[in-house]
């Protein structure tokens, strides 16, 4: 959710920060702010609303200096304003921090602190941070130590960077539980610190993440690494290959359409180095999975969030569809309310873009608890996710800005396809032929996706119809009804159209009282297994007056002539189609966003990496 950006070294912090911050704007925010050393004094500008009236402020009275710390909040204590934005200081205006993750004791923190006399300024949990450590340094201790302790009673998953005007030559970065990732940057004489990669990609490409309950203390010339107990961890450096230009939108309008026609290339990515076509075989080598192992796996959670959920519900048909193995999808919010009954013969799969979903993370914990083989398919190298994990499988889509996932709900679905495969042939379920069929049909996704995404010009065409709507049915059968919920979700999370998704056959048992000629409904009928069942449906819909959009394979003639519009897509093998039918509806809610003159990339209320419970 909120981004964090911090530098140390002789060039002026406040650009990189700025800069750093805009590459984080895809996580979504409502108030902006900065600290710099300027002198000798710590000098904050901060306001609500984006970084463009961040910008503002900093030009009508400018700040130059290091080090420096940076922020984009979401608000979770107190309103979006000014008084509430980050960074926060303390009373002597010494210490000043930014911070992600909601503090959970921050009321009995607070209270302690007034009793002590201090003063706040703010609504949020944010400032009893500041205020604690600033406490504790007026007994005599260093800001790492006195932060160390601030950050030891702190109950929660939260990120804290700060600094102090007493030691400028350094700054401390601290994870605590699963609030998002600490990545600490590497460079010449200068260092930097973010809460996700884009934000120094410019800078460098050597990177330290830091695990749960460690921390960091930064200076020019590197970075200490310790536990909160004040162990000292050797530093892992990582290097990071992504393109910075990546990061650009380039030709396109937004984020988004970008990354929806960028499917081509990262479902390319997803299949390099993993698929021998020759001898009809999967690699999968990040999962550690041998047939020993694949043998004892008696059944698969996959839990997750979102999109990534979505994902999953394709994936629990081709899992046990292919590997023979019973699977079930459990929301990460809910899974460990619900007391599951894990065993160590079970697998917990985890699915999220960020690596940092906090409900995830949850559910994956639950699972280590109950001894339970841990798997993950993550976007974010060295994130939580794939660093909690027995096993990962990486979607190889690289950065994904827009806040609706796109090309990260296509990647897993691959995904999953190949780790179905993968795990049927280690376990001796699926004859030669078979699986060199199954392998064989991946060979023919990019090219799929590509051939749907060049209509483009016919998906606008009808978003322009539809673009007043208020209120929008998507109805999918067997493996897409999963690609109704997804479509429904990208309808509403950026044209903010109400619109539900729903078991084809379930229509008549409710949500068929709802249509009408002021209702849309997109209806998925590929040719595949439930075709004869989604014609019926469509017929169903038009004898209530309902105006149907159909998604349908090439030359379908019956559904173009019982439709109001037609999506067509090429004839897929449908154990792959919602890799195809999802493309449609992916440009069907960006175009009517776009012709709403909605903000596309950073729709109101979300956030790309929800970090918080």
Not at 219 to 224: E, V
Not at 517 to 544: F, G, N, T
Request: hydrophobic share 45%; glycine share 8%.
């Amino acid at each position: 959710m909120c981004g964090i950006v911090g530098y140390i070294g002789p060039r002026n912090a406040t650009p990189i920060i700025l800069n750093g911050l805009k590459r984080l704007e895809y996580r979504g925010y409502d108030s902006a702010g900065l600290a710099v050393l300027d002198g000798d004094r710590i000098e904050v500008r901060r306001d609500a609303g984006k970084l463009a009236r961040l910008e503002e402020i900093v030009a009508q009275d400018p700040i130059a200096g290091a080090p420096g710390i940076g922020h984009t909040r979401w608000a979770t204590h107190g309103a979006p304003s000014a008084r509430n934005a980050h960074p926060h200081l303390g009373n002597s205006g010494q210490v000043v921090v930014v911070h992600n993750g909601i503090v959970e004791n921050y009321l009995e923190l607070r209270e302690e602190l007034d009793a002590e006399g201090v003063r706040f300024d703010s609504e949020t949990d944010t400032e009893t941070i500041v205020h604690l450590v600033e406490h504790l340094q007026s007994s005599g201790l260093d800001l790492a130590d006195a932060s160390r302790q601030a950050f030891c009673r702190l109950k929660g998953a939260n990120v804290v960077v700060l600094m102090s005007l007493a030691e400028p030559d350094k700054i401390v970065a601290a994870r605590i539980g699963n609030a998002g990732g600490v990545v600490i940057g590497i460079g010449e004489e200068e260092m930097f610190a973010a809460s996700d990669i884009p934000a120094i990609l410019e800078h460098t490409r050597q990177v330290i993440f830091l695990e749960s309950r460690q921390m960091a203390v930064i200076d020019c010339s590197g970075a200490q690494v310790q536990t909160l107990d004040g162990h000292p961890v050797p530093a892992q450096v990582h290097t990071i290959s992504w393109d910075p230009v990546a990061a650009e939108k380039g030709e396109y309008r937004h984020f988004m359409q970008k990354e929806i026609h960028e499917q081509v290339r990262s479902l390319t990515d997803t299949l390099a180095g993993r698929v021998d076509f020759e001898n009809g075989a999967v690699n999968l080598p990040e999962l550690n999975l041998t047939p020993e192992k694949a043998r004892q796996v008696e059944r698969i959670f996959i839990t997750a969030c979102g999109t990534a959920a979505y994902a999953g519900m394709v994936g629990k048909i081709l899992i046990e569809r292919i590997a023979r193995i019973p699977c079930s999808v459990e929301i990460g919010s809910e899974f460990r309310y619900s007391n599951p009954l894990l065993k160590a013969t079970d697998a917990v799969l985890a699915i999220s873009q960020s690596g940092e979903t906090a409900d995830t993370l949850a559910a994956m914990e639950e699972g280590r608890r109950q001894g339970a083989t841990l798997w993950s398919i993550v976007n974010a190298i060295g994130s939580q996710a794939m660093r909690l994990a027995d096993g990962y499988i990486s979607m190889q889509t690289g950065p994904e800005i827009g806040v609706a996932s796109t090309k990260a709900f296509t990647a897993p679905l691959v995904d999953l396809y190949m780790l179905a495969v993968l795990l049927a042939d280690l376990r001796g379920v699926l004859p030669d032929g078979g699986r060199r069929a199954l392998v064989s049909d991946l060979r023919l996704v990019p090219d799929l996706a590509g051939r749907t995404l060049e209509r483009e010009a016919e998906v606008e065409k009808i978003a322009a119809s539809l673009k007043d709507v208020r209120d929008c049915l998507f109805l999918g059968r067997g493996i897409n009804m999963p690609v109704a919920y997804e479509g429904a979700l990208k309808l509403k999370e950026i044209s903010y159209v109400h619109a539900e998704g729903y078991p084809a056959g379930e229509m008549k048992h409710g949500p068929i009282a709802l249509i009408d000629e002021h209702m849309p409904v997109v209806c998925l009928a590929p040719k595949d297994p439930w075709y004869d069942k989604m014609i019926s449906q469509i017929q169903q819909a038009k004898a209530r007056g309902g105006t149907v959009i159909a998604v349908a394979s090439d030359g379908d003639e019956l559904a173009a002539a019982m439709a109001d519009h037609i999506l067509y897509v090429p004839e897929t093998p449908w154990m792959l189609s919602p890799v195809v039918t999802v493309l449609p509806l992916q440009l069907l809610a960006y175009h009517i966003a776009a012709l709403r003159g909605l903000d596309v990339d950073q729709p109101r209320n979300l956030a790309k990496s929800v970090t918080v419970e």
